[in-house]
């Protein structure tokens, strides 16, 4: 009797999702497993949202974005999340762990293989751990924030829109004049908005792991640049970028400390920062600085600020071709693991090679470490640009 593998892909779509399934698709189809698709991640998982995919009927599939079984944000954990006691919150979430490894069995599945971050990783994870469920984890996010490997499929793909959408800012900066801050995704992490800011040669860069202050990084900078006599001005800014606590309550007019504590949070208890939009509040904060407009003046540059959101747009379109050909190795590799019933591990890129790791390791957050050397080349960049030797 032929096996069957189900597939579920969960949290925000990227270029590369049905790259990984059609990998999927062609290993199964080689070994001789069914493939069950599994609608809109982990809702569609607990609704019996299900349907067969036949890999005869989907020629090229890498080669298009998005994911053809939907995609949400639904956390299964949520309630048991909002327990206080630890010890009581891991034994609901233990419960929840075992109900969802049931379910694998209610849908007749002999392996689940989960497509996504850190968060739907992460119920897998716990599948694995407290009830022993054959699950499998591919690495996917834009964000490239996942530990264990080396990129995560869809961020070169983000790095390229994003590189491409500050590239042609810069033509319409240069004929007015203009100061263009420019939201790049990145709660956490600050991996898309440093590499695209430096891919595009912006002025300023601006990631959560390294609050920054608006005095010193931003205004300082802007008057030196002025002075070598630039006339208009890239902020490349992660929507997770928050400044200083002492530059908070310094510099700030239009936010406090408060409104950041209050912002909504998503199922999994993330702050939704994109919904700060700290674009928009630098905008407004750099038009209350009449100081630094009147040293604009001086120097006879314009002093037009105007914000851009990439957003969705960064997640859109086809996948690149480094991340059609990772995501293809990536679920050939689930579907190996399957095979070997080595269940419990994440698919996973280490240098040129696919390799795997635990699930519980895999899904852990990967920052932008302070000592990288992407950061020194950030910093060049800027000191150069304001004139500095």
């Known amino acids: 009797m032929s096996k ?51 890999v005869s009927t989907l020629d090229d599939l890498h080669t298009v974005g998005g994911t053809l079984i939907y995609t949400s944000r639904t956390n299964p954990y949520k309630k048991s999340k909002n327990i206080q006691n630890p010890i009581e919150r891991e034994k609901a979430i233990k419960n929840t762990a075992e109900m969802m490894a049931s379910q694998v069995k209610k849908l007749k599945l002999d392996a689940l293989i989960t497509i996504g971050g850190d968060d739907t990783l992460g119920v897998a994870a716990a599948m694995y751990k407290f009830a022993g469920a054959n699950v499998i984890g591919v690495p996917k996010t834009i964000d490239n924030d996942l530990s264990s490997t080396d990129y995560t499929f869809g961020f070169w793909s983000a790095i390229q829109l994003a590189s491409n959408t500050m590239d042609n800012i810069t033509t319409t900066a240069r004929s007015h004049q203009r100061i263009f801050i420019v939201e790049v995704m990145g709660r956490d992490a600050g991996w898309l908005t440093l590499v695209s800011g430096i891919s595009a040669g912006t002025d300023i860069i601006l990631i959560p792991e390294k609050p920054f202050d608006l005095q010193n990084d931003i205004i300082k900078i802007l008057k030196d640049r002025v002075d070598s006599g630039r006339k208009y001005h ?30 909504p949070k998503d199922d999994f208890g993330n702050p939704l920062l994109a919904k ?11 038009n209350n600085q009449n100081e ?7 120097k006879d540059a314009e002093y037009d600020i105007r914000e851009v959101t990439l957003g969705h747009t960064m997640r859109a379109g086809t996948p690149n071709s480094f991340d059609r050909i990772l995501g293809l190795r990536l679920g050939v590799q689930a579907v190996k693991l399957v095979i070997e019933n080595n269940f419990g591990q994440m698919a996973c890129l280490n240098g040129t090679e696919i390799g795997s790791v635990a699930l519980t390791e895999g899904a852990q957050k990967k920052l932008v470490p302070l000592t990288s050397d992407l950061l020194e080349v950030a910093d060049l960049i800027t000191k150069v640009k304001c004139g500095k030797k």
């Open 4 to 54: 069957t593998i189900g597939i579920l892909t969960g949290g925000g779509d990227c270029p590369g999702l049905n790259s990984v399934i059609y990998g999927i698709l062609l290993k199964a189809a080689d070994a001789g497993y069914n493939v069950i698709g599994i609608e809109k991640g982990w809702k569609g998982f607990l609704e019996n949202r299900t349907r067969e995919l036949d």
């Open 234 to 263: 890239i902020i490349a800014c992660s929507e997770g970028a928050i400044p200083t606590k002492e530059s908070l309550e310094r510099d700030f007019t239009t936010i406090s400390p408060q409104d950041i504590d209050e912002l």
């Open 276 to 286: 700060l939009n700290m674009s928009k509040i630098l905008v407004r904060e750099l």
């Open 292 to 298: 630094l407009r009147e040293y604009f003046i001086r």
